[in-house]
């Protein structure tokens, strides 16, 4: 805390920049405050609670998904800690294996060299430089953010423990025959030479040509069977036509030899289920080498298997088209049809495509020999947990998702064709045999022989990403176990996108059951997608991504944070506009203006720090008795309380900060603070002063609790100045407020005075009195109740309501006066001598004029059977409305000129 600070108020103006400068993650890292240790679950019997973060790529930035990502483990986090758990936060970053390989030979190419040059060691040296230079900026962001991760634990998913755990666990799956080498069709990353999982295949609507081609029969040239394409290039690779056993229309060629056009090969036409009667002719091109479904049928009728298209996505043909762009020759082979008068036709057609996720071109269906993970043994376990509620989905839905994902799962490919990664624990001997094992020694021993040769491929990344619930707490392979373990596992909360639910989540429980027997996590909360303010996802093509950085810059942290939370309802989008930000930055301000407040009448009451806190910490607001203001901020204040630490339990967080947001600036700002200033006014004891200066700031200090998670930084400054804390204390350690039993709550009726002080606002407002003039208001009590609490409210009411009150036993309505009635209770304004009659009588017999008239247009309008019969029903209905509501305005209008004409 700076020496220019007073001990006992806040600097005049909120300077979020100067605050949040002196409360960065660093100070509270050095305080300890994140820390947590199993000692205390095992030794001291304090509940666990902990929490996953994940790891985001080490070649990223952040983004404003990490924001709404991070603040809400950060609130969960600080929740936790803050009401006695030992709250364990794991942080780490990803090695991002195709992102980060790609960085770093694009900088390599800059200078004029490829990763070929330098050799496998001396490149992977170069990447590990690279990340020890750069790799760090999403971390120093992170903690710009402010986020409470106990730092100590921070790991790299390619550190030793990290990298240990990943190959233990890959020769544990082979060794138990869930993990393969098998020749099949993948998809192949031209860009980024490797294979991609389907997860990492982006499906995108494109348009294509269908291209329909006649293939001639070899004994009879002058006949033809046609087929529909959208790849023709691939032609030059077709190994059979294949036509349904069922389509009649085929069934005299099957059989029979077709000529592949352009190569001049003989193909069989074959019969096959697979074949779709509808699409197309009825009649497919079987090419087994670049596409999965062509693959198995190749299997079935024993086909040669032919490849036309390399690693590359160009050309390997031997028909003048090698070398080739994919797409160039895709031109080019259909206008050589055409000439060759093979060329039947070409449509429109639009279909998915498959992209990759990394590159953003159209992956290959590639025939390649890769690794394998057999999931469907590991699937049935982990969709019986989510089925049967050991893992909750928040929201709910996603559990369609994911049984939908879980059901119809794929092996997974999980090699990749990169030198930066977990290189696969697999040699081969001289002849060709694989020997998988920890380390090349092992291996070794396996092979009897050191002649071995370990395979050049690394694993996928999320391949260590599965395991990281084990590995962030030291676990090593199958049988390893440790204290933190056995204090922090099974996590409990994990807050990811909705996007990586097959990628991350659903492994995460499949390799969790696996090697450790029990679920990684208890709750699952998938967060919201943002979108600009025109709904289009945020990407930095159609620059709509603001630069979190720069908000927090122009805002504050705390406004960055509060702001995105109080917009992202769960299981909703957000749309997202910078300017939004506006709202948590005013309410900081709100905060810091109404803490100063309280502080100023502290002064006023108490003769420095030390005096106050020798009287508020032996002051117990349950236990004391307070004025009509005080009892009800202390009802609202605990019916907050509850209301706040619900909607933690169901997980609504967006609930959490609007739950506080109206509490404080409407509850305590609006009401509370403007009475007490008039329970301050003269006439109040010192005792009954000192004890509602400290009602005001044991409120102020809850909801500061309250808020801490959400914006640490504000609530830790200003908590500084509650009570005379050292800057080795922080609001993060302290206790989150509970409510007290609901039983003894009771407002003493402070609401009836809010509704007649809002009444008689309203009251002026209609009849334009000005705000400042104070208007004579005569008030009667329905029964005796609330009579009493009008004679204790009459001084709230003055001040409040800028007006002159009094009790009166009679009902008559004063002349010229504007009534209402508030939960039976009779109220008259006199409006004499605070406003010209005349004037306002001529305003609204203009304004009963005009609604009039509305009201004869839309009773005409619908009277119009034209239009009653023959428009949709919503629209009559909403003109229904219209009319309904106009003739309520004009009968207030009618009743107000009435008063004026009395």
Request: aromatic content about 10%; charged content about 25%; glycine content about 8%.
């Amino acid at each position: 805390m700076s020496e220019e600070l007073t001990p006992f108020n806040l600097e005049k103006t909120y300077n979020h920049s100067e605050v949040e400068e002196r409360w960065r993650s660093a100070h509270w890292e050095a305080l300890g405050s994140f820390h947590a240790e199993h000692s205390q679950v095992l030794e001291e019997g304090r509940a666990p609670y902990s929490v996953l973060m994940p790891p985001p790529n080490v070649t990223g930035s952040l983004t404003l998904g990490h924001v709404l990502n991070h603040t809400l483990q950060d609130i969960f986090i600080r929740y936790a800690r803050m009401t006695g758990k030992e709250a364990l936060w794991l942080p780490g970053t990803d090695h991002a294996g195709i992102a980060t390989q790609t960085v770093v030979e694009r900088k390599l190419r800059k200078e004029g060299v490829s990763r070929h040059d330098l050799g496998r060691k001396d490149f992977l040296g170069h990447v590990w430089q690279w990340r020890d230079e750069y790799g760090g900026l999403i971390v120093r962001q992170l903690k710009r953010l402010g986020i409470s991760c106990d730092w100590r634990r921070n790991l790299f998913t390619m550190d030793e423990r990290a990298s240990e755990a990943v190959i233990n666990s890959f020769v544990a799956l082979y060794r138990d025959g869930l993990i393969y080498r098998g020749k099949r069709i993948i998809n192949w990353c031209p860009v980024s030479q490797t294979a991609l999982s389907d997860e990492e295949v982006i499906m995108k609507s494109r348009r294509d040509q269908l291209v329909y081609v006649r293939y001639a029969l070899a004994k009879d040239p002058s006949r033809f069977i046609s087929i529909a394409t959208v790849r023709p290039e691939t032609i030059l690779a077709d190994a059979a036509i294949a036509v349904n056993p069922a389509d009649e229309r085929f069934r005299d060629l099957v059989g029979q030899m077709a000529v592949v056009p352009i190569a001049g090969r003989h193909i069989p036409i074959i019969a096959d289920d697979y074949v779709d009667i509808e699409f197309g002719t009825g009649a497919l091109k079987i090419t087994p080498a670049h596409d999965p479904n062509d693959y198995a049928v190749a299997g079935r009728h024993n086909l040669p298997v032919i490849s036309v298209v390399g690693r590359d996505g160009r050309m390997t043909d031997e028909y003048g088209y090698g070398g080739m762009d994919r797409f160039d020759a895709r031109k080019k082979i259909v206008a050589d049809l055409e000439e060759l008068g093979n060329l039947e036709r070409v449509e429109e057609y639009e279909h998915n495509v498959g992209y990759s996720e990394r590159a953003d071109v159209v992956v290959e269906p590639y025939l390649s020999e890769q690794w394998f993970v057999s999931m469907k043994p590991l699937a049935e376990k982990a969709l019986d947990v989510v089925n049967d509620g050991e893992i909750r989905f928040h929201p709910p839905h996603w559990i369609n998702t994911y049984r939908h994902w879980m059901g119809g799962i794929r092996d997974w490919c999980i090699s990749r064709q990169l030198w930066w990664g977990h290189r696969i624990p697999a040699w081969y001997d001289p002849e060709g045999q694989v020997w998988v094992a920890a380390s090349y020694e092992e291996a070794c021993h396996l092979a009897g022989t050191d002649k071995l040769v370990q395979d050049e491929d690394v694993l996928d990344t999320w391949f260590s990403s599965w395991l990281w619930p084990l590995t962030t707490l030291g676990w090593t392979g199958p049988g390893s176990d440790n204290d933190d373990l056995r204090a922090f596992y099974p996590t409990n909360t994990l807050v990811t996108g909705p996007d990586i639910i097959f990628f991350w989540v659903a492994r995460m429980i499949m390799a969790g059951l696996y090697f450790k027997g029990d679920v990684p996590f208890r709750d699952v909360y998938f967060t919201s997608i943002i979108r600009d303010m025109k709904g289009r996802k945020l990407s930095k093509s159609l620059g709509n991504s603001p630069d979190p950085l720069k908000v927090i810059d122009t805002y504050g942290t705390d406004a960055l944070r509060f702001t995105i939370i109080y917009i992202a309802p769960l299981g909703q989008d957000v749309l997202f506009g910078e300017e939004k930000c506006e709202l948590g930055r005013n309410f900081a301000t709100k905060i810091w203006n109404a803490s100063r407040l309280v502080f100023m009448q502290r002064e006023k009451y108490f003769e420095g720090p030390e005096d106050f806190a020798a009287y508020y910490e032996g002051f117990n607001p349950a236990a004391e008795s307070f004025d009509l203001a005080g009892g009800w901020i202390w009802s609202a204040y605990n019916g907050m309380l509850e209301h706040y630490h619900a909607a933690f339990g169901q997980f609504r967080m967006n609930d959490i900060v609007k739950t506080v947001y109206d509490f404080f600036w409407g509850d305590y700002c609006d009401w509370y603070l403007e009475s007490l200033k008039v329970s301050l006014a003269e006439g109040c004891s010192e005792a009954d002063a000192r004890k509602a200066v400290a009602l005001a700031v044991s409120v102020l200090e809850g909801t500061l609790k309250a808020l801490h998670p959400v914006m640490p930084f504000i609530t830790d400054e200003i908590w500084h100045f509650v009570l005379p804390h050292s800057s080795h204390e922080s609001i993060a350690s302290s206790d989150m407020p509970v409510a007290v039993s609901p039983a003894s709550l009771d407002d003493d009726g402070f609401g009836l005075v809010q509704k007649l002080v809002t009444e008689v606002r309203s009251l002026k407002a209609l009849f334009g009195v000005p705000p400042g003039l104070r208007a004579e208001v005569q008030l009667k009590a329905v029964d005796a109740e609330a009579l009493k609490v009008m004679e204790r409210g009459l001084p709230f009411i003055a001040a409040l309501a800028q007006c002159v009150p009094s009790l009166i036993s009679d009902g008559v309505r004063p002349p010229h006066a504007a009534g209402s009635v508030v939960e039976g209770n009779e109220l008259f304004v006199l409006l004499e001598g605070l406003i010209s009659f005349d004037k306002e009588r001529a305003r609204l017999q203009k304004e009963i004029q005009n609604v009039s008239g509305y009201v004869a247009q839309l009773e005409k309008k619908l009277s119009n059977s034209g239009f009653a019969d023959n428009a949709p029903p919503e629209v009559v209905e909403k003109e229904r409305e219209k009319l309904a509501e106009a003739r309520r305005n004009l009968l207030k209008l009618e009743g107000n000129l009435a008063v004026l004409s009395n």
